[in-house]
């Protein structure tokens, strides 16, 4: 098998890198490259005990990326919009080539928007520094709408959270319903004149976690022209430790069989997980998947593209 080609729809390694300063990370941009990534999607999350300067954090964070890229530029680039997908397949055309440098695409995102305090127009700022993606609400509530957590209130999207699905769809921002409550993913799902995508969540009816989603959403997420992005988290692939690729395997032999092939993509949730899949210790090690996807479950090559990187490039062609 050559090496994978793959775009991982969600990564938390700007909060290990730059506010835990932590050295040993999973979805490290090198180790990435290793294992076939050409673009990964890396998240802003602002922690709890950040909260209060939710802004400040993710500028600081936006900073310490762009100099991160700065310095490893050409090898480490930032996707803007759709003019960046030819960017995308010419590196997919290159790779397998000898002595290829190989390069990496971050779009940047914002793991609840909460650094939008509770303006939604503050979105025109964050899209002009580089945010792509936002997942309107951690598990938490915020001033846009409330996620899954313990302090779910079962409430839609607010007033705010509904402009800002309108602001998004204009500017060209991605909207992800991972996290979200199952009120607010209808609001949305009502709402986006564009595709919406869950982009770190796996099937409830293979593991009922609080963070999967029900087959009723799904379809209407897979209706709409979205995905749901395959995550290597442990409790949202199987209850008992520890997760193995056959559990992963459930979750995409569901999707095939009752959705289809274009509504799966990967959002591994590495560097943001603390239990994963027991064959993989990091990015490096993706071609394990893919491998698997050829050999054990016989998925034709054309699907394998699509679950690796061509959803996305749908994805990212209508939404950005
Ligand atoms: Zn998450």
Redesign the pocket.
Known sequence: MSLPFIIDG?TDILLRIDVEKQTNLQSHPDDSIKGGVGMQIT?I?TPDEYLENAYDFAINILDNLFLMVKTNHPKYWIYQGNNDIKKIEQEYKQRFKANYEKKIGFLVSL?GAEPLGDDPFKIEEFHKLGIRLV?IA?SRPNAFGCGVGPANNHKGLTSKGKQLIKLMNKLGIIIDV??LNREGILDTLEISDKPVIAT?SNVYSICDNARNLTDDLIRLIAEKGGFLGMCFNQPFLVKTKPARIEDLEKHIRYMLDNFSSDSIAWGS?FD?ITGWLLEIENSSERRIITDYLSDNMRLPSDIIDKINYKNWLRILSRCT
């Open positions: 969600h998240a999350f793991e997942t951690w991972s996290h770190h949730d943001g």
